[in-house]
């Protein structure tokens, strides 16, 4: 082996197997390094779904791996799954201005492949098209899809050509011959629409009115909403409800139209004492509690509380240091796992490693890509106190090492 061969497989060892590090290392992390791991790590995981978009070979490339008892047409619904997933979380990254920088090398590569690669996914020609005629599955990822656009407005939709918007636009429309089920699934189909009023182009103000009704009429208290009548104990709150209602009602606020900026406001303030109670859910070693449907969507669990540090809405008590470092923590137990990853570079079914018995009948390859709006904050610039502040303990590391931490209390409102 070569001796550049060799630096380059010795530093990828590094990578995988370098042990976790915490706020309590007698030299604290930078949050520059902290950076750092985060763009390549999220670049790791983005970059298989995006060469095979810019290539056009994503339904020849993408692994077909499925659940135990899984019951969607894979084929169908895979593909959709890893693109509108993988964009929703890479978007407000890919949205910084390009400078010298080797964090903005990735971010060019990926937007670039990527705008190469929209046009055929909604090309019927092409071998990458993607289905939204067909199937439920559709209204969910692309609502991922449009909640991309709209992070990402001058990155990713902008660029675009005018063939190509019209048919994602015709693409979005054509999902209104399918009712979305009384649960998060509304906010696909409302989001959806929020898209479309955005960009001026007809909306159905019904799907999105929909939505919000039920969400309000969800709310049980302290942050949390029911998924539905019933309360289940999962992550549904961050993976869909909170960021995606949030995001509707920016628009509708901005817009003025079908609510008020009350209702944005509150929405906002709901999902801050969610991103609270998310953060004290990490224990000290960077592991949280594995209860309820999707866990394999590994840091998509805490997309709320990362989205509310990118929107500069964390309160006092709990610091971006602190979220940063409890964040990473979390994607080192995650994603340092052996098996995390394939031999190929495509995640696999699992948690900490490669679990396929932890996936819900309806997990295949495509939906594991969620994972990506874990990593939210790449959108602040390295500039942002997010990144720049010292490290510093996470309330449970406090609590647990006999630190004074403030008394947790819930909201009224």
């Known amino acids: ?23 309590f290392a007698q030299q604290p992390v930078k949050g520059a390094e902290d950076r750092q791991y985060w763009s390549e790590l ?24 499925t659940a135990p008892g899984y019951y969607l047409n894979l084929k169908a619904v895979t593909y959709g799954e890893a693109v509108g997933r993988t964009l929703a979380g890479i978007a407000p990254w890919l949205a910084l201005p390009d400078d010298a920088s080797k964090e903005s090398a990735l971010r060019q590569q990926l937007r670039e492949a990527l ?9 019927p020609q092409h071998p990458d098209h993607l289905n939204f005629e067909t199937e439920m599955q559709p209204l969910v990822d692309a609502a991922f899809l449009a909640q991309a656009f709209l992070r990402a407005p001058a990155a990713l939709w902008e660029p675009l050509d005018s063939l190509t918007k019209k048919r994602y636009v015709a693409a979005f429309q054509s999902l209104r011959n399918r009712n979305a089920y009384y649960s998060n699934w509304l906010l696909f189909a409302g989001i959806t629409e929020a898209f479309l009023l955005n960009t001026g182009e007809n909306f159905d103000p019904a799907r999105i009115d929909i939505a919000i009704r039920k969400m309000k009429e969800w709310y049980v208290g302290d942050g949390l909403y029911s998924d539905g009548e019933k309360f289940a104990m999962d992550y549904y709150n961050s993976f869909v409800i909170q960021p995606m209602l949030v995001d509707i009602l920016k628009v509708l606020s901005e817009k003025k139209i079908l609510t008020t900026t009350a209702d944005y406001d509150l929405a906002r303030k709901r999902m801050v004492r969610y991103a609270v109670l998310q953060e004290k859910m990490i224990s000290p070693e960077g592991t949280y509690p594995i209860t309820g449907r999707s866990i394999t969507y590994r840091t998509g669990a805490f997309q709320a509380l990362a989205q509310t540090a990118l929107e500069h809405q964390l309160p006092e008590i709990t610091t971006p240091a602190q979220v940063r470092c409890a964040l990473t923590a979390v994607m080192k137990k995650l994603f340092e796992a052996p098996g995390t990853f394939s031999s190929a570079g495509w995640l696999q079914i699992g948690l900490a490693g490669h679990q396929p018995e932890l996936g819900d009948p309806y997990i295949s390859t495509g939906s594991l890509y969620l994972a990506t709006v874990g990593f939210l904050p790449l959108g602040l610039p390295a500039s942002d106190p997010f990144w720049t502040t010292p490290a510093a303990a996470w309330s449970s590391q406090k609590a647990f090492s006999g630190q004074a931490i403030e008394k947790d209390h819930k909201i009224d409102y």
């Open 1 to 23: 082996m070569s001796n550049r061969k060799w630096i380059v497989a010795a530093a990828m060892a590094l990578l995988l197997n370098v042990p976790a590090r915490d706020c």
């Open 42 to 65: 999220l670049f790791r995981i983005a970059w298989p779904i995006a060469k095979s978009i810019s290539n056009g070979t994503l339904h020849q490339d993408l692994p077909l791996e």
């Open 115 to 123: 705008l190469k690669g929209l046009p055929n996914l909604v090309n």
